[in-house]
Nanobody, 125 residues
Framework: QLQLVESGGGLVQPGGSLRLSCAAS????????IGWFRQAPGKEREGVSC????????NYADSVKGRFTISRDNAKNTVYLQMNSLKPEDTAVYYC??????????????????WGQGTQVTVSS
C-alpha cells in the first residue's frame, strides 16, 4: 500500500523552528519529486516547497523563502521540511505529496498523485 506519512508538527512560539518529515512506504521516493503544501483554516491549499527526485533542484514559495529548507534522504525514504523563524501566518495543516514527475513542475494538484494525511503546525505565543 502506497503511503505518505507526515510528522513533526506541533505548537511553537513565533520565531521558533520545527522540522517536518514525510516518510514514504510501499514505494521508493528515489524517482519522484516531492512537494510540501499547507492549508490554513478558511484558505485554499498552497504550495510551499518542492524538491526534485535527486534533491538537486528545489523551489520555495515567496512567503517561506529564506526561512524554510526542503531536503531529502532517499536512503531513509524520507523528505524533510526545516522551518525556521516561524510566524503566526505559517499556522496550517502541512501536507506532503508525491509528484508523478521527477522534477518540480509546479504546485497544481493534478501534478501530484499521492498525498499524506497532514500534520498540524501552530505558531502562537
Amino acid at each position: 500500500q502506497l503511503q505518505l506519512v507526515e510528522s513533526g508538527g506541533g505548537l511553537v512560539q513565533p520565531g521558533g523552528s520545527l522540522r517536518l518529515s514525510c516518510a514514504a512506504s510501499g514505494f521508493t521516493l528515489d524517482y519522484y519529486a516531492i512537494g510540501w503544501f499547507r492549508q490554513a483554516p478558511g484558505k485554499e491549499r498552497e504550495g510551499v516547497s518542492c524538491i526534485s527526485s535527486s534533491g538537486g533542484s528545489t523551489n520555495y514559495a515567496d512567503s517561506v523563502k529564506g526561512r524554510f529548507t526542503i531536503s531529502r534522504d532517499n536512503a531513509k525514504n524520507t523528505v524533510y521540511l526545516q522551518m525556521n523563524s516561524l510566524k503566526p501566518e505559517d499556522t496550517a495543516v502541512y501536507y506532503c505529496a508525491r509528484s508523478w514527475a521527477d522534477y518540480c513542475k509546479g504546485y497544481a494538484a493534478a501534478l501530484y498523485d499521492y498525498w499524506g494525511q497532514g500534520t498540524q503546525v501552530t505558531v502562537s505565543s
